[in-house]
């Protein structure tokens, strides 16, 4: 009997002590406090996403009876827009004009839907970076290789693709290629001839 009692206290005590422990279990699991130390530990442990850096990817179409073809990308960082562009179809070892113009419609055959130089600054035309004046929109003068060929790396601080600045973002603007050069004298397209190729900045 002695035996009995104690063998019936002992799976008591061990019952208690079970109950005890999940109480604990459920005590730590309901507190706040554990489930948002977990919460935070789970959020320092997400890999870190990154910045989406603003790019613009401009496929160019031949226009006014050309072969020219071609891709240009923009690219913002740190506030400063990086311009790459790879052209073929040109003519061989020949200096042609890029320019931005006012609009990205490119329908026109000659390409003149764009419209005129894009110059939100009124100002005059000339060579980028000329202090008597030039357009936001004057690029400049680039040669085709024997191959009629070119690859052109422009970059500027006064353009922008994420901006809500007019003055500034080349977004819903054209991209033209001139038939032949830029003079940087004649006002205001620097008579750099008819437009071969056209691309639309979206």
């Known amino acids: 009997m002695k035996i009995k009692k104690l063998l019936v206290i002992a799976i008591c005590i061990i019952g208690m002590m079970s109950c005890n422990n999940k109480k604990k279990e459920n005590n730590s699991m309901s507190d706040p406090n554990y489930s948002s130390e977990v919460e935070n530990d789970m959020e320092h442990n997400k890999p870190a996403t990154k910045a989406e850096v603003p790019q613009i990817k401009v496929d160019i179409a031949s226009k006014s009876g050309s072969q020219v073809s071609g891709t240009i990308v923009f690219t913002e960082i740190n506030n400063t827009v990086k ?120």
């Not at 003519?91 to 419609?105: F, G, I, M, Q, R």
């Not at 991209?175 to 750099?192: F, L, N, V």
Request: aromatic share 6%.
């Open 83 to 202: 311009m790459m562009a790879e052209f073929e179809g040109l003519k061989p070892n020949t200096v042609h004009a890029l320019h931005l113009h006012e609009t990205s419609d490119c329908s026109a055959h000659d390409a003149k839907s764009t419209g005129g130089h894009w110059n939100p600054t009124n100002t005059k035309h000339g060579k980028w970076g000329d202090v008597q004046g030039y357009h936001r929109g004057d690029i400049g003068n680039f040669t085709a290789d024997e191959n009629g060929k070119a690859t052109i790396n422009f970059e500027t601080d006064e353009w922008c693709i994420s901006c809500q600045d007019t003055t500034r973002t080349i977004n819903g603007r054209g991209i033209i290629i001139h038939e032949g050069k830029d003079d940087y004298k004649t006002q205001p397209t620097g008579d750099a001839g008819a437009r071969i190729a056209c691309g639309a900045v979206m």
